[in-house]
């Protein structure tokens, strides 16, 4: 059963977008410092729940259970983590598709980036649609909420994307 309490040591905020140039982002994230970590392909689950957003992702990597509500501040969304399950047990997932209902699948290819506790992923959905998603994150209680949001605006103005680019929460709205 996913908890209803959030896991209070994290923090993490979102920035969005619809891009049509990955190839010319990724020169950009580069040129800026950061890190190709990988590509992979990753498959998400979505189930039923009252608060938030319970997925299971199956990835060429890794595997993870979440349950996480977001809530949009301005243009960026400040994620609440109830659960972060990385690799998870056959018995936990097994359980997870038992004794939830599924509501809907997004299949991607994701290109994983990374500058310190910044992290930027460039997805292109199955469909053919380009995203990109930044996030600052901190697990150690070492940035100030206002630091973690400004970290993202930082990455989205300096890869020159535009506002009007950027959407809300993800790419399955249930």
Do not use: W
């Not at 140039?21 to 190709?36: D, M, T």
């Not at 972060?84 to 809907?104: R, W």
């Not at 535009?162 to 249930?174: E, L, Q, V, W």
């Amino acid at each position: 059963m996913a908890r209803t309490n959030p896991i209070a040591t994290y923090k993490d905020y979102t920035l969005k977008a619809v891009i049509v140039a990955p190839e010319l982002l990724n020169s950009r994230l580069i040129a800026q410092g950061f890190k190709f970590i990988r590509e992979e392909n990753q498959h998400d689950f979505y189930f039923q729940v009252s608060k938030g957003k319970l997925k299971f992702r199956k990835g060429s990597h890794n595997n993870l259970i979440t349950h996480y509500e977001r809530i949009l501040l301005q243009r960026t969304e400040r994620t609440i983590v109830y659960r972060y399950d990385e690799n998870p047990t056959e018995e936990e997932i097994y359980e997870l598709f038992s004794k939830n209902k599924l509501i809907g699948e997004v299949k991607k290819k994701r290109k994983h980036y990374q500058l310190d506790n910044v992290f930027v992923h460039l997805d292109e959905l199955f469909n053919g649609e380009k995203f990109i998603e930044i996030e600052a994150k901190d697990f150690e209680n070492r940035y100030s909420e206002d630091q973690l949001k400004k970290q993202c605006h930082t990455v989205f103005e300096r890869l020159g994307l535009r506002k009007y680019d950027a959407i809300k929460t993800g790419y399955f709205n249930s």
